[in-house]
């Protein structure tokens, strides 16, 4: 059985709807990006998926259980295996890396805090940043801080992680080195869904590709099917422009 399967998924910001019928499924340990025009409900899906958008119609089966969106025992177990990582990195200003990232496993969870710096500190070397346990966020570049977010978000031990648009907001030299840590996950068998407007790194990395345009999806495949042989005209127009870009 597929670890993520989502069903005919229908989402609204008010009258407005913004995901309309959206189906995928997703195996463990995959990599799905998501790619399609600006408003075509991409972080939309995410974050109904983590019932920050409450869906309005369709099914979400995580691990075999269906997620029972109006039921908060039902959702804070979806939460608890899930992590989604935005462009903003809200972090503590007046917390160190390390304590960042320990702060809602501790605090929240109730984990035992040395086991926890621990796992924090291998998640600090894993994304290249073991000597900054002690930065302040504000003392960190970018880049530096998309990786925290990252681990910070990787403490948690999630099966699932979305990442939306980790790399938009940095310089073109720091966005290979949070794709690194990524493609790194992948090769965990963390399942993933990345919305990113890095198509190159979307074609070499991700297992499949989704393809959304005004809430639907419009085709799903291999890389190689997205981007060179595409099978719907609408898929075809979105990449020739962004080619040409
Ligand atoms: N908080 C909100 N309230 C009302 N409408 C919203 C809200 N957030 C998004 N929308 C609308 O929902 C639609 C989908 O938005 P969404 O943010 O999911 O698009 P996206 O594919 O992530 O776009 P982008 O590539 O620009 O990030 C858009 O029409 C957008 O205007
Ligand atoms: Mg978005």
Do not use: W
């Not at 890396?97 to 496993?105: C, F, K, Q, R």
């Not at 639907?216 to 495949?221: A, D, F, L, S, Y």
Request: net charge negative; with cysteine; charged share 25%.
């Amino acid at each position: 059985m597929a670890h993520l399967e989502i069903t005919a998924l229908g989402a609204c910001y008010g009258k407005v709807a913004v995901l309309d019928d959206v189906s995928l499924s997703v195996e463990r340990g995959e990599l799905v990006g998501i790619v399609g025009p600006s408003g075509s409900g991409k972080s939309t899906l995410l974050r109904a998926l983590v019932g920050l958008v409450p869906p309005t119609a369709g099914t979400v089966v995580l691990d075999g259980h269906a997620v029972d969106y109006a039921n908060a025992l039902s959702l804070r177990a979806m939460r608890d295996q899930t992590a989604i990582v935005f462009q903003q990195y809200n972090f503590f200003q007046n917390m160190n890396v390390l304590e960042n990232l320990t702060v809602a496993p501790v605090k929240i969870r109730g984990r035992n805090r040395s086991e926890t710096e621990k796992e924090a500190r291998a998640l600090l070397a894993r994304v290249g940043l073991a000597d900054k346990e002690k930065a302040y966020p504000d003392e960190l570049s970018g880049g530096q801080q998309q990786r925290v977010a990252i681990a910070r978000a990787l403490v948690l031990k999630p099966a699932v992680v979305l990442l939306d648009e980790v790399t938009a907001a940095l310089d073109p030299e720091l966005v290979r080195d949070v794709m690194d840590v990524v493609q790194d996950l992948a090769r965990d068998g963390i399942t993933m869904l990345l919305v990113s407007h890095e198509m190159g790194f979307i074609r070499e990395a991700a297992h499949r590709v989704v393809m959304m345009d005004a809430g639907r999806v419009v085709e799903v495949g291999p890389p190689a099917q997205i981007f060179g042989d595409a099978q719907q005209e609408r898929t075809r127009a979105f990449m020739s422009r962004i080619i040409r870009h």
